[in-house]
């Protein structure tokens, strides 16, 4: 970092005049250099969360934005000065290094939009100064707020096509977004860009992912446009979250009027449109707007989520003219009409002997009343690893999650990944901060608090203990520690196809060795061919043989399948452990809690675990399934052709190892239990 002196008076690229100072004293002075690349400008905005500044790239020769992460309130910086420290708090400190990985991840996600002609082109992120910058496109034109200001300053209004026009644009650039998992949560008149030439883009992305502090965001919401599910921490916000501001945009852009705050619109009980709504029919202000245009809006704003437009692509349909919604109020009385033809047929069939509206788990009926709840599920990802990528990740829970949605489509569900390398780092600061998402997996070794963790119910209430493979063990282990496993793993060993045979007390006498040298260095040695045998886990048949990633350690050496052997660990005992733990977070709300162990029950019957344990499905999990119709037809018919038939054998006689540091902590526990007996 260095200033640039390449000018004597005025900047020909920002229009700075040496020595004036910065607007204010937190602000970077004109001509300070990022990146030995980057020359800093004149500041073009700033807000709650950041700094714009206008840029050159020395080595493109072309300018661009500077984007500073400067979230207000967390960090300081000197006057004059480049470096930026944290305020002295510890619950500061934690939330400005959470933002700022987040900064950068969003920026990371968001350069692959590069090209997309209606997004701004991400060119550069990094970290400097003490915190992070992205590097973007400068664009040359004005915002939407400015065109409609400039419109009406001369007595008239945006024309309506146009708007209508330019709100489908941005509908097809959010539908893109949306098919990622990412939400912009702050589409105003001020983030659509109208560029010289005609070309809309859509900018200032990422700042509201940022917004899960009652402090945070209340300095992102913008008054008229961010939907009641913005206004609180703990409701979920979804594409229908977008949808409402991409509304309320247009209502702003063609009416003249700002939308009402809808924190001042009629409070709602739940699922009920409140008849008092002060919010004004379009038509009703601007009478050159028509009714459908008018009902479109207002859908787009209805203040319950599940009565406005579900995804970006039915908003752009209505927009079209190819649907023809109703306004809010009509709509609901057509669904409560609805709810009562229905309601009298369930009461005719009940009359009639016959019981619905119940879900069905592995043959066994089960009656689940759920109230309306949001609740975030978080898994980790392996970004080095496709088959464990974020896309594919957070498809397949889709997937698993959409069974549960259309039962309970009133109870939202909102999927939140992290980097395995990082995942244990995101649950420590989820818990300092005091967010904890409700439903999570655990980390690999991260052994989590009993006591932060409520009570499963989901084994007692919903499953059948004939259903599953170790039940009794499942039982205790969620005793003991209020974890709900959904797989196990078995310690077995692996041979190379001539080596010798050996014996219980050989293979008893190798553990030792292998415990003395350390896991790592023996699955080295093995994989190399320093050693002819390894102890492990049933998961690192994978590892060997189809070059995937188990517990991260990069493998440089595939195996062939025909030179290894998979024995039993010991003839007569076996030892494992559960794995695939979910926690339900002891804080959440009762009602989140109880759709959580109704979730839980989902993940753990028959097309949940086919989908999470089979390789046909592109599996998400290196273990075995607990469920014995999905272990026998599916798990096991795999291993039965991989030669560990004895998967299934002496299975009363598996011993668990539940609570382990590390791996070669498990290893160790399994030496004691062998010498316990």
């Not at 008229?224 to 977008?242: L, R």
């Not at 600061?429 to 119910?457: C, F, R």
Request: aromatic fraction near 12%; charge should be negative.
């Amino acid at each position: 970092m260095k200033e640039y002196e390449g000018f004597d008076e005025e900047c020909p690229y920002c229009g700075f005049i040496q020595g004036t100072p910065a607007i204010e004293g937190f602000h970077l002075n004109p001509g300070v250099e990022l990146k030995e690349r980057y020359i800093v400008g004149t500041v073009v905005s700033y807000g709650g969360f950041g700094v714009v500044y206008a840029g050159w790239d020395t080595m493109l020769k072309c300018k661009v934005a500077v984007k500073e992460y400067f979230p207000s309130g967390l960090i300081t910086r000197e006057p004059g000065k480049t470096q930026v420290y944290p305020v002295k708090n510890e619950r500061a400190e934690r939330e400005y290094e959470l933002g700022k990985k987040r900064f950068l991840r969003e920026a990371k996600i968001m350069s692959k939009y590069d090209g997309y002609e209606t997004i701004v082109s991400i060119m550069d992120y990094f970290e400097e100064n003490g915190t992070a910058y992205i590097i973007m496109e400068f664009l040359e034109g004005q915002t939407l707020k400015e065109y409609i200001k400039s419109t009406e300053e001369l007595g008239e209004r945006v024309d309506i096509q146009t708007a209508v026009d330019i709100t489908i644009q941005i509908c097809d650039v959010l539908a893109e977004l949306h098919k990622d998992n990412i939400l912009h949560r702050d589409i105003a008149p001020d983030n659509i860009y109208i560029c010289i030439g005609g070309k809309i883009k859509l900018i200032d992305f990422g700042a509201a992912r940022l917004a899960e502090k009652d402090k945070q965001l209340t300095k992102v919401l913008k008054m008229g446009f961010a939907p009641p599910e913005q206004y609180s921490t703990d409701k979920e916000q979804g594409t229908y979250t977008d949808v409402y501001a991409l509304g309320a945009t247009l209502y702003r852009t063609i009416t003249g009027q700002m939308p009402d705050e809808a924190s001042n619109r009629a409070s709602l009980k739940q699922g009920a449109i409140a008849k008092n709504d002060t919010l004004k029919a379009p038509k009703d202000i601007n009478p050159d707007i028509s009714e459908q245009l008018s009902n479109t809006i207002l859908r787009a704003m209805a203040i319950t989520p599940g009565m406005r437009f579900q995804t970006m692509q039915e908003f752009k349909e209505a927009l079209q003219g190819k649907t023809a919604p109703l306004d809010p109020k009509k709509e609901l009385l057509r669904r409560k009409q609805r709810r009562i033809i229905t309601g009298g047929l369930v009461c005719l069939l009940l009359a009639g002997g016959i019981f619905v509206g119940i879900r069905m788990f592995n043959n066994k009926k089960i009656a689940a009343e759920l109230p309306e709840a949001s609740i975030e599920v978080c898994v980790p990802v392996f970004e080095s690893n496709p088959l464990y990528s974020e896309e594919n990740t957070l498809s397949h829970m889709k997937n698993m999650v959409s069974e549960f949605k259309e039962n309970y489509p009133h109870v939202m569900v909102e999927i939140e990944t992290a980097s395995y390398e990082q995942y244990a780092e995101e649950i420590e600061n989820h818990i300092s901060l005091g967010d904890m998402p409700v439903l999570y997996l655990e980390h690999g070794w991260q052994q989590q608090d009993k006591n932060e963790l409520a009570v499963p119910t989901c084994f007692e209430k919903y499953l059948d203990n004939k259903d599953y493979y170790y039940w009794d063990q499942m039982h205790k282990m969620i005793q003991n520690f209020n974890k709900t496993p959904t797989g196990y793993i078995e310690i077995v060993l692996y041979e190379k196809k001539d080596a010798p045979q050996l014996s219980d007390e050989q293979k008893i006498q190798l553990l030792e060795t292998q415990c003395t040298k350390g896991f790592e260095v023996a699955l080295n040695e093995f994989q190399t061919g320093a050693s002819q045998y390894l102890i492990a886990g049933t998961d690192y048949y994978y590892q060997f043989f189809e070059n995937t990633n188990a517990d991260n350690i990069v493998i440089d050496h595939v195996i062939n399948a025909g030179n290894v052997k998979i024995e039993p660990f010991q003839s007569e005992k076996k030892f494992g452990c559960f794995s695939d733990y979910w926690c339900i977070n002891q804080k959440a709300k009762k009602e989140e809690q109880d759709c959580a162990n109704v979730l839980l029950a989902y993940f753990l019957e028959g097309n949940c675990q086919r989908s999470y344990f089979t390789v046909e499905a592109e599996r998400q999990s290196q273990s075995a399934p607990l469920l014995k119709e999905v272990f026998d037809e599916n798990y096991f018919q795999n291993m039965m052709v991989r030669k560990m038939p004895f998967l299934k054998e002496n299975m009363a006689k598996m011993i668990f190892i539940n609570q382990y540091t590390d791996i070669n902590d498990f290893y160790n526990q399994v030496l004691n239990k062998i010498k316990e007996n």
